[in-house]
């Protein structure tokens, strides 16, 4: 089946040095028709993030684009030990399902997490994770958002986020909503609060616009908590 909206991307495997072919969709065909609160999107054509991770049909190393080259020696030989040595070739590169979008998320986060890598990207996973799930109505979004949140936490804490500014800005506004679907009002106002005196606000319109809407939201949920233990 020829899909117009994706072409073939080819890749040199840095863990294992096989070259292989894996579809992208082009970007000129990406079209949001609809983007909540924690940044899942819904499109008018194929969905961009289903075709985020990248797969090495020979090995199983498996990333966002971005960070597949990210290897030293140590890292590789990690993902040969714990994952290459165990893997049964399976071909990612063609169209991408919703199962198969799961299925190579989950693959990266098992490569990010033998390879200590940084706690921002693996909770970026678990984030888009908790979006697939959604779109399955499980319950198994909740329980990656909840992992996504934590990992946000601990990159907060441990990374130096000062150099990206404007990363540093989207964490902080996550931490705030993800605290917010959860329940956590007070530590969402908390986070929203620490995004709305980053130095680089007034420089992100959609982000400082998205920060005060879902204050707003968090505070009124808070108030209606309080009010209803105070009857
Ligand atoms: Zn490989």
């Known amino acids: 089946m020829i899909n117009i909206y994706l072409y073939d991307k080819s890749i040199v495997c ?6 292989f072919t894996t579809k992208k969709v082009k970007s000129k065909t990406i079209k949001v028709v609809k983007r909540e609160s924690d940044f899942r999107a819904e499109y008018e054509f194929d969905n961009p993030t289903f075709y985020g991770v990248d797969v090495c049909p020979n090995c199983g190393h498996a990333r966002f684009e971005s960070d597949f080259n990210d290897v030293n ?3 590789k030989k990690a993902i040969q030990d714990k994952i290459g ?5 399976k071909d990612f590169c063609q169209i991408r399902s ?3 979008a799961i299925e190579v998320h989950k693959l990266a986060l098992l490569n990010y997490n033998i390879s200590h890598y940084k706690p921002s990207v693996i909770a970026k996973v678990c984030l888009r994770l908790s979006w697939f799930y959604r779109e399955m109505n499980s319950e198994d979004a909740d329980k990656f958002a909840m992992h996504a949140r934590q990992t946000f936490e601990e990159a907060y804490m441990k990374e130096n986020l000062d150099e990206n500014p404007k990363e540093e800005l989207t964490i902080l506004y996550l931490l705030g909503e993800l605290n917010r679907r959860e329940g956590n009002f007070k530590k969402a106002m908390e986070w929203f ?10 420089d992100e319109k959609f982000l400082s616009e998205s920060l005060k809407e879902q204050m707003v939201i968090a505070k009124n949920e808070f108030k209606k908590l309080k009010d209803k233990e105070n009857e």
């Open 14 to 19: 840095p863990v294992c040095k096989h070259e």
């Open 73 to 75: 020696e140590a890292v």
């Open 85 to 89: 040595s165990k893997w049964k070739s």
């Open 98 to 100: 919703l199962n198969d």
């Open 193 to 202: 609060s620490l995004g709305l005196r980053s130095p680089v606000i007034n």
